[in-house]
């Protein structure tokens, strides 16, 4: 008997059955402590627990996914003291684990660095995440060049 390998497919949730839209509702009440019960987010959503439980393990928002992946960052930063530490403080903050470090030496004032990340604990989704590399002082850029698992 040969195992069936796992398909995985992007749709756009207007796209997907109301059982389905109402179970990532009830899923993302009780992540965030809206309701205490599965319970109570089903009798919020509208749907039964059947259909929750049949679904639960089978359907995530696209981020959920990609939070827990490993992710390569190319970044360009002013050669100045304290760019790189500030850069740390705030991956530390947001729970990011840093694999590799790849600093070149700074050309006209401009070093590039590369960083591989483990994201899996990190409290926002990737691109939030990227985000807020590129709104710290010093950074020119910062933009995702891989993801991994």
Do not use: C, W
Not at 55 to 66: E, G, Q, R
Not at 118 to 138: H, I, W
């Amino acid at each position: 008997m040969s195992r069936r390998e796992e398909s995985y497919y992007l749709i756009r949730s207007d796209m997907l059955p109301e059982a389905v839209q109402k179970t990532v509702e009830a899923k993302e009440m009780l992540a965030s402590g809206e309701v205490q019960t599965v319970q109570e987010a089903v009798e919020r959503t509208g749907i039964s627990r059947s259909s929750f439980y049949k679904y639960k393990d089978a359907v995530y928002p696209f981020n959920a996914l990609m939070k827990e992946k490993i992710i390569t960052v190319s970044m360009s930063l002013e050669h100045r003291s304290g760019v790189l530490s500030g850069i740390l403080s705030y991956l530390a903050i947001q729970r990011g684990n840093v694999l590799t470090i790849n600093q070149t030496i700074p050309l006209q004032g401009v070093a590039g660095v590369t960083m591989s990340l483990d994201t899996a604990q990190v409290n926002v989704d990737t691109t939030t995440l990227v985000d807020g590399l590129q709104d710290l002082e010093g950074v020119k850029r910062a933009v995702i060049v891989a993801r991994g698992e």
